[in-house]
């Protein structure tokens, strides 16, 4: 027997954290673990409220289940972009990647 | 309080211990060990709910693939020299702040949302089983997914060749 309000507030800090990961970090690669972080929050969202108040459908299920192919695919991707960057400019940190700015 | 909710506190402790450590620990190789911790937990609670197939996706793919892929990224890239104090002090605070407030707002949202009577019980075989989840995710039935199962397929392909493309050497 547990609440669906402790599972949510577990998620919300999961969230929360990302979010301050996402303002404080410098390097991309660590903002990336961020946004995993927070899309991670999000599934565990979807999946509780699915189990515990749409017992009859699985949406929530479904849709947790391809936002973990998307997030995969979307970091594989970041990650060659990181990739490319740090061959071409020897630094992948946030505020020094401004060559495509003006 | 008897066996499955001695398991929840474990998880959610390992959870929340871990995904604040990720954003504040120095060594971003620490971050992404950190992360992995978080994740694992993250499946154990799908596991707990009963959705089994999902906390082996989950362990599959996030911390088996995903987690190795920054690993590499980081080794390969300079990315193990990046510090968390580069920031001045009154950034790191007033973020703080904000993830704190917004953190608030969403605690007491939920916890006025009056859903005291929605409580999670131990799972059995009628949660999701195995062949509900194959029809649901083969059929083209009003509550099938095959749409959405084929664009991921192109989507995972699409993204294999972007990979490929961004990152080869010239």
């Known amino acids: 027997m547990i609440q669906i309000e402790y599972i949510l507030i577990v998620s919300a800090v999961m969230m929360f954290a990302g979010i301050f990961g996402f303002f404080t970090r410098r390097s991309t690669l660590a903002i990336l673990l961020s946004i995993e972080l927070m899309l991670n929050a999000t599934d565990l969202n979807f999946a509780v409220i699915n189990r515990l108040m749409h017992t009859g459908g699985h949406e929530g299920y479904f849709f947790t289940l391809f936002s973990i192919a998307i997030s995969a695919a979307e970091s594989a991707v970041a990650i060659a972009i990181m990739i490319n960057i740090y061959r071409q400019l020897k630094d992948t940190t946030a505020d020094k990647l401004s060559k495509l700015k003006w | ?170």
């Open chain 2, 1 to 170: 309080m008897d066996s499955y909710n001695i398991m929840f506190v474990v998880l959610a402790g390992i959870i929340v211990a871990s995904s604040v450590l990720t954003v504040v620990t120095r060594s971003i190789m620490r971050a992404a060990t950190y992360l992995f911790f978080a994740l694992l937990g993250t499946a154990g609670m799908y596991f707990l709910m009963g959705y089994t197939f999902l906390g082996a996706v989950q362990t599959m793919v996030y911390a088996g693939g995903i987690i190795v892929l920054y690993v590499f990224a980081i080794l390969l890239t300079r990315g193990t020299k990046d510090r968390i104090s580069e920031n001045t002090r009154s950034k790191i605070a007033l973020s703080a702040l904000l993830s704190l407030v917004g953190f608030g707002l969403v605690a007491f949202i939920i916890f006025t949302a009056n859903l005291r009577a929605q409580v999670i019980t131990a799972p059995d075989e009628s949660v999701m089983n195995m062949s509900t989840l194959g029809r649901n995710l083969l059929s083209t039935d009003p509550d099938g997914y095959l749409l959405p199962f084929e664009a991921v397929s192109v989507l995972l392909l699409a993204c294999i060749v972007a990979g490929v493309m961004i990152a080869r050497k010239r």
